[in-house]
């Protein structure tokens, strides 16, 4: 089966600047996340969804991200504007169910300038 | 925040050695999962453990879990090169549905 795509692969922005990423993910499967993931860290959670709701956005920094999930398919996370401390590696995952095993893109990394 | 602290932070053995690697946890659980992050493969879910379970096999995985001790080890045994990963476990506390990965341990496996 086709995994988790995520695009672009890679982006370099300057601060203030505002930037996009987009996650599709396995097929069928309800449960999509986001998660930021610094350097020398884990995934931290920024949002769930389940189909077209959001489950948990409890850590997202809704001043500047923003995300949504149309169709309970394909998602956006978006930052505007971008800060330093932005800079990061941006995963997407998926699971049929909340309580199972995460199958993870393979992730934005974003430096911000 | 992050929920599990992996011990050690890093971990350097020779191929056909076993490495264990631990996570403790501070609340209660629904279930506990292990990943590994190469460069290679990005993110990718090795074994999940219920809080019903305490111990659980995958190929030459072993993860126990301590619900009283609140703690858990992952062994791999007889290393491969391929093995050089980041390791994280990861907590579903009870009553959400939310992912908590701890910080991590550095494994590396020399030929």
């Known amino acids: 089966e086709a995994g988790v795509a995520q695009s672009p692969r890679y982006k370099i922005i300057e601060k203030r600047q505002s930037v996009a990423f987009w996650c599709n993910p396995i097929?069928?499967?309800?449960?999509l996340y986001w998660y930021q993931q610094i350097l020398g860290q884990g995934p931290k959670l920024l949002i769930q969804?389940?189909?077209?709701?959001?489950?948990?956005d409890s850590q997202l920094p809704k001043d500047r991200f923003s995300a949504e999930r149309l169709k309970g398919v394909d998602s956006t996370l978006k930052i505007q504007p971008a800060k330093l401390e932005d800079s990061a590696v941006y995963l997407c995952?998926?699971?049929?169910?909340?309580?199972?095993?995460?199958?993870f893109g393979p992730g934005t990394r974003l430096t911000v300038l | 925040s992050q929920q599990g602290e992996e011990d050690p932070q890093a971990l350097s053995i020779q191929e056909g050695e076993n490495a264990t690697m631990n996570c403790s946890y501070k609340?209660?659980?629904?279930?506990l999962q292990w990943y590994r992050q190469n460069s290679g493969r990005g993110l990718v879910h090795l074994i999940l453990?219920?809080?019903?379970?305490r111990e659980k096999h995958s190929g030459r995985l072993r993860v126990t879990l301590d619900t009283s001790k609140k703690s858990s080890s992952l062994l791999i045994t007889a290393s491969r090169a391929a093995d050089t990963a980041s390791y994280f476990c990861?907590?579903?506390?009870?009553?959400?549905?939310?992912?908590?990965f701890g910080t991590g341990t550095r494994l590396l496996v020399s030929p």
């Open positions: 995952a998926s699971s049929l169910v909340p309580d199972q095993g995460q199958y």
């Open positions: 097929s069928g499967h309800a449960t």
């Open positions: 969804f389940q189909n077209n709701g959001v489950v948990d």
């Open positions: 609340t209660s659980i629904n279930n």
């Open positions: 453990i219920r809080s019903n379970e």
């Open positions: 990861a907590t579903m506390n009870t009553g959400f549905q939310k992912l908590v």
